[in-house]
């Protein structure tokens, strides 16, 4: 069967958000638009579709504010766990200015789910090519990282300040996750939404590598939205997204689309020999 690996994906839990970013947020005004568990599982349901995925290396939830739809992203982390899909990195983003606790204690899940996972498939890896040897397993698990769920807040001067309460609740309530701060450059905001200054909006090219005839790794983000589109990238406004979208998740075959998107609506397709 053929397979796809994927290096970023992002799920666009939702397009609501509790704040208004004048004059800086690239998405423009909020919309009442939520991923739903149809759309989480037929993403993952690859096989429908001809492919089988073989990996995603990162997944981040985004929106609009991802924290108002909680519910959608403990389902999706609890089919990864349950359903075994191979995810190795989870981020939520975030503005901060909601704590929900329950977002917090499944991503600690994951984290432990994945802590074991590792360690025993280095375990079961030298116990098979090396003999068991302690030196080895040991050097093996130094290597591996310390997290692999992080939660992010948007820090920079344009979003609202995040409380110190807020703060402590979420590290008091993280198990081994990190808790990182991000803050938008002036150089990188895009003349897109509400923001009329800064660099214009480039549309995603699509770059992958084909391993062999049944084998593609996609680099670019996929990007599913709250309606349930497929699109490479993810910046700019939800006019924008809408007006770029490769198709519905459930119709959309990632291995096939790097051949069959259309270069109007794409600037270029590079293979990686």
């Known amino acids: 069967m053929k397979k796809v690996e994927l290096y970023n994906v992002s799920f666009e839990i939702t397009r609501r958000c509790n704040i208004r970013c004048e004059g800086f947020c690239m998405r423009g005004d909020a919309q009442n638009f939520d991923m739903n568990k149809y759309m989480v599982d037929t993403f993952f349901d690859t096989k ?9 290396h990162h997944l981040c939830f985004t929106g609009g504010e991802p924290t108002l739809n909680p519910e959608i992203i403990i389902y999706t982390i609890n089919k990864i766990i349950e359903e075994n899909i191979p995810v190795y990195n989870i981020t939520l983003m975030t503005n901060g200015q909601l704590f929900v606790p329950e977002l917090v204690q499944v991503l600690n899940k994951y984290n ?61 309530c993280a198990e081994g996750i990190e808790i990182t701060n991000f803050e938008v450059k002036d150089s990188d905001i895009i003349k897109s939404g509400f923001s009329k200054n800064g660099k214009e909006l480039k549309k995603e090219d699509v770059l ?20 349930g589109d497929i699109i490479f990238g993810g910046d700019g406004s939800y006019q924008n997204i809408d007006n770029n979208v490769i198709g519905i998740v459930d119709e959309v075959s990632l291995f096939d689309v790097v051949e069959t998107y259309k270069e109007s609506n794409l600037t270029k397709i590079y293979k990686i020999s």
Not at 48 to 56: T, V
Not at 151 to 164: G, P, V, Y
């Open 48 to 56: 429908s579709r001809g492919y089988a995925l073989d990996g995603i």
């Open 208 to 227: 992958y590598k084909e391993a062999n005839g049944n084998y593609r790794i996609i680099y670019n983000y996929v990007y599913m939205t709250a309606k």
């Open 112 to 172: 432990k789910y994945m802590t074991l996972k590792t360690n025993k498939a280095i375990r079961d890896y030298c116990a098979e090519n090396f003999g068991n040897s302690p030196k080895i397993i040991e050097r093996m698990l130094k290597n591996v990282p310390s997290s692999y769920a992080q939660i992010t807040f948007s820090t920079d001067r344009f979003h609202k300040l995040i409380t110190e309460e807020v703060r402590k609740q979420y590290s008091e």
